[in-house]
């Protein structure tokens, strides 16, 4: 059973950084793309990067990019993203999602909450 | 960026009803066209892939069509289960881009 269990969501201030991880599970990691979807509080879904199966390829929604760092441990089943330079406005749940061969999010986690405030 | 245009973005109708959600898309994005049903306080959960096919375990009365840019989700025969918000998704190219969501009531 495929199984993705994001943690690392809090409480931050602006300006602040935080990392939020995905424990993979059920399937072999290492021949997926990986994904970071966002959804604020009471808003819809936003795409916020994604990471090839073996790392070497990256992509990042506009307004992350430059403080956002997407990764993966193979060895680790294990996916990440870095968030620094916090600011209100990357307040949401963060799911973590796997993609099929043609960019398709099946798989979601549970998400993990992120808060930016003062 | 491509635009996701949704509609509508709200609507109620009663069981047994036939319900379509329309996706509009700001330019061609080929196949590469999702589907995804969220309820409150839950992940999405995917529906239905490459604008028309159903993921396994997904109920038949879901089904996608369309082509260019003009998708559509239908669902045949609504049940009381299905209250949730829908959304499309293109991962045609970057940044992918989702719909703004359609939240269906049951009446």
């Known amino acids: 059973e495929v199984q993705l269990v994001e943690s690392g969501g809090a409480l931050v201030q602006p300006g602040g950084s935080l990392r939020l991880s995905c424990a993979a599970s059920?399937?072999?990691?290492?021949?997926?793309?990986m994904n970071w979807v966002r959804q604020a509080p009471g808003k819809g879904l936003e795409w916020v990067a994604n990471?090839?199966?073996?790392?070497?390829?990256?992509n990042y929604v506009d307004s992350v990019k430059g403080r956002f760092t997407i990764s993966r441990d193979n060895a680790k089943n294990s996916l990440s993203l870095q968030m620094n330079s916090l600011r209100a406005e990357d307040t949401a749940v963060y799911y973590c999602?796997?993609?099929?061969?043609?960019?398709?999010?099946?798989?979601w986690g549970q998400g993990t909450l992120v808060t930016v405030s003062s | 960026d491509i635009q996701m245009t949704q509609s509508p973005s709200s609507l109620s109708a009663s069981v047994g009803d036939r319900v379509t959600i329309t996706c509009r898309t700001s330019?061609?994005?080929?196949?590469?066209l999702g589907w995804y049903q969220q309820k409150p306080g839950k992940a999405p959960k995917r529906l239905i892939f490459?604008?028309?096919s159903l993921q396994s375990g997904v109920p038949s009365r879901f089904s996608g069509s369309g082509s260019g840019t003009e998708f559509t989700l239908t669902i045949s025969s609504l049940q009381p289960e299905d209250s949730a918000t829908y959304y499309c998704?293109?991962?045609?190219?970057?940044?992918?881009?989702f719909g703004q969501g359609t939240k269906l009531e049951i009446k």
């Open positions: 998704l293109q991962h045609y190219t970057y940044p992918y881009t």
């Open positions: 330019q061609g994005i080929r196949n590469d």
């Open positions: 490459a604008v028309s």
């Open positions: 990471i090839k199966s073996d790392g070497s390829e990256k």
């Open positions: 999602t796997r993609l099929l061969n043609n960019g398709y999010p099946d798989y």
């Open positions: 059920g399937f072999s990691f290492n021949s997926y793309w």
